[in-house]
């Protein structure tokens, strides 16, 4: 293909030099760009990767920090010695320590139940529900009574009454365990049933009595109502 030539203009003054159409420029291009490798970059990398600083960097706790930290269980109120000796302490029902019951929680309570829910499964029974129910129940009945008898004088609360009669089912707990190898319906399974109520009852009934204001007065309406209580549950194992 034939080269077109320049197209030239004859201008009308005294000059005649002649003209050259000028080829157009790159749209869009910014004067004074400081990288000419990139035409449409208007500022300069480098000095803006310069510019910021990584100099604060985020600070992680190092490992001494999390050995300074409290165990889980401390963290979750679960005391396991105070549960411990409390458990101790029940399993001797001539020799009560009452101090130990003074500070009340449902850590404790919760895991008998869990047990004694756990041995009636085994032997076919499904009570989680009726013993979680008729727990709560014993305590708003032992609170009521006892708040009654001692007029504005009893102090015992609702919390402390719960954690009682909680603490107080081990013995409940382990004749559900003895009775999946002893045969129902006998006389063995009823008298170890009443060897384990007197005991949870005396225990309760000690208790309540030393952690209470005026509970020695009425000593004999509170072993009742205790009485009333474990043989609830105890029927539960037997039948």
């Known amino acids: 293909m034939a080269n077109v030539p320049p197209v030239v203009f004859r201008s009308s003054g005294s000059s005649s030099v002649p003209q050259q159409r000028r080829l157009p420029t790159a749209p869009f291009q910014p004067p004074g760009s400081s990288n000419p490798g990139i035409p449409f970059l208007s500022f300069d990398v480098n000095s803006a990767a310069a510019s910021t600083s990584f100099s604060a960097m985020p600070h992680f706790p190092s490992s001494a920090s999390f050995d300074d930290e409290p165990p889980l269980l401390e963290e979750l109120g679960i005391n396991t010695k105070q549960i411990y000796q409390k ?16 500070d ?37 009945f032992l609170y009521v009574v006892f ?43 009823l008298t170890v049933t009443g060897v384990f109520v007197v005991w949870a009852t005396r ?37």
């Open 87 to 102: 458990t101790i302490s029940i399993l001797n029902p001539f020799r009560i320590n009452h101090h130990l019951h003074e």
């Open 104 to 140: 009340a929680d449902l850590s404790g309570p919760f895991l008998f139940l869990m047990a004694f829910g756990l041995f009636q499964l085994l032997a076919g029974k499904l009570h989680f529900g009726i013993i979680l129910g008729w727990v709560t129940m014993a305590s708003v």
């Open 147 to 189: 708040n009654m008898l001692a007029g504005k004088n009893g102090n015992l609360d609702m919390f402390k009454c719960l954690s009682l009669i909680g603490y107080c089912m081990l013995p409940i707990v382990m004749l559900s365990a003895l009775s999946l190898f002893v045969p129902q319906g006998g006389t063995a399974i």
């Open 203 to 239: 225990v309760c009934t000690g208790l309540v009595v030393e952690l209470a204001n005026c509970g020695e007065e009425h000593r004999g309406l509170i072993t009742y109502a205790c009485f009333l209580i474990y043989v609830l549950f105890s029927m539960l194992v037997v039948f």
